[in-house]
């Protein structure tokens, strides 16, 4: 992998939604551990260190849709334990699970945006981005003081 020097954010799309999934190319492997397994390696890859990961839990409206037709994400996911059966919970979940993997993986400290998505909706994500490109350039501007 070639990062230059003008790459200053990455956006990271996890859909959160295949907890219950396989990958299509790989019928043991689960669609959720997937994605964690590649955010731990981009988290950990020296190359990209320096890099911003914007994290995009994608695909929330499914993720609503599953959980409130009934499907237990704690039969799944073990580690989500006794919480509500809830979007909302699960989110908070996943986020904050994807942010301490983050922070333990990361080579030298950096910032963590994490946003639950459905980028279907483009209006939304359309806001999202913008408002990710202001924080990142901002952020970066700060750190080169010039703002
Ligand atoms: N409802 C919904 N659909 C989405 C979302 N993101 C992507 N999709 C749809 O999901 C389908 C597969 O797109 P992706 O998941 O990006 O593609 P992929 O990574 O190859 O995923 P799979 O086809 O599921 O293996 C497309 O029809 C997308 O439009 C989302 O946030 N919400």
Redesign the pocket.
């Known amino acids: 992998m070639r990062i230059t020097d003008d790459v200053i954010a990455i956006i990271f ?1 996890a ?1 959160i ?2 907890f219950d ?1 396989v ?2 190319e790989d019928r043991s492997v689960n ?1 959720l551990e997937d994605s964690v397994l590649l955010w731990k390696e981009v988290c950990s890859n020296k190359m990209l260190a320096k890099v911003d990961l914007v994290l995009f839990l ?5 993720l609503e849709s599953k959980l409130k037709s009934g499907v237990r994400l704690a039969k799944y996911v073990r580690s989500f334990g006794e919480r509500p059966n809830d979007p909302d919970v699960a989110q908070k979940y996943f986020r904050s699970k994807f942010s301490a993997i983050h922070r333990e993986h990361s080579p030298i400290p950096r910032k963590f945006y994490g946003f639950c ?5 483009t209006t939304t ?1 359309g806001g999202i981005i913008a408002a990710v490109k202001d924080m990142v350039l901002r952020e970066h501007l700060r750190a080169s003081k010039l703002l």
Do not use: E, Y
Not at 117 to 121: A, I, K, L, P, R
């Open positions: 799309l859909p939604s295949g999934q990958l299509a669609r994608n695909k929330c409206d499914i998505t459905s980028v279907t909706d994500t």
